[in-house]
């Protein structure tokens, strides 16, 4: 299945863009009659046929549409401080989104080493997973945020943060506490972890604090650990 992503697609008929024109008609080679499959990226998939061939304006006619395409039964909120290398945030972006994330943000924290990154770019890595992994749901990506900021926020599900220092309540595993079908965020801290005040205030701000288990984990591992353990909850 060749998947293209179109938010703003039109029914029944639409015109991909020039850049993914040009993908479709000189790369993939298809022509009049072929058929291909297009996302809105908001749960929609719809199978489509090939009416014009032009490499700048490839025109599709929808012919099958489906709903809530392979809709996961909870939504999950990965809020991650960005690496310093930014290749190792990139690749955690890449496989979270094939396992399954709804939102994901950068989130700025006492030891960030990174404090800055580039949103269209991340959005293009996050769109690329989505293609690839055949999704029909995409991600949405929120920009730097303070870590003081983001714990403050109402939430309508259960809320985590990973760390490596002494419990100043008490440790779960993400995997044995969590419930399949709960909405839930995690909070992934940098390389020098969330520091004891941040671990008080999202503890304060009704966050649970978890484990992901008894390996040292480096910043992008331990985000796709805690994606996965999700996942495996609910598939359960």
Not at 10 to 37: C, F, M, N
Not at 201 to 217: D, P, S
Request: charged share 25%; hydrophobic share 40%; with cysteine.
């Amino acid at each position: 299945m060749q998947l293209f992503y179109a938010p703003q697609i039109t029914l029944p008929q639409y015109t991909l863009s020039e850049e993914e024109s040009r993908h479709a008609i000189k790369v993939l080679r298809l022509g009049v009659g072929d058929r291909l499959h297009i996302t809105d990226g908001a749960g929609n998939l719809h199978l489509c046929e090939v009416v014009s061939d032009s490499a700048k304006h490839c025109t599709v006619n929808v012919v099958q549409s489906i709903s809530e395409f392979e809709k996961r039964p909870y939504r999950l909120t990965m809020a991650v401080a960005p690496t310093k290398n930014i290749d190792r945030y990139e690749w955690f972006l890449e496989k979270a989104t094939e396992v399954g994330v709804d939102h994901f943000v950068a989130l700025e924290s006492d030891h960030s080493e990174r404090r800055v990154v580039k949103p269209e770019r991340e959005m293009k890595v996050i769109t690329a997973a989505v293609k690839q992994s055949l999704k029909a749901y995409h991600p949405t990506f929120e920009d730097m945020t303070p870590f003081r900021s983001f714990v403050a926020r109402p939430f309508e599900g259960r809320k985590f943060i990973a760390h490596c220092g002494d419990a100043v309540v008490g440790k779960s595993y993400l995997a044995s506490t969590l419930k399949a079908g709960e909405d839930a965020v995690v909070l992934i801290g940098p390389e020098g972890d969330f520091s004891p005040e941040e671990v008080r205030l999202a503890v304060e701000n009704g966050f649970e604090e978890i484990t992901l288990g008894t390996q040292r984990l480096r910043t992008e591992t331990a985000a796709v650990v805690a994606v996965t353990m999700v996942a495996i909850v609910n598939a359960l």
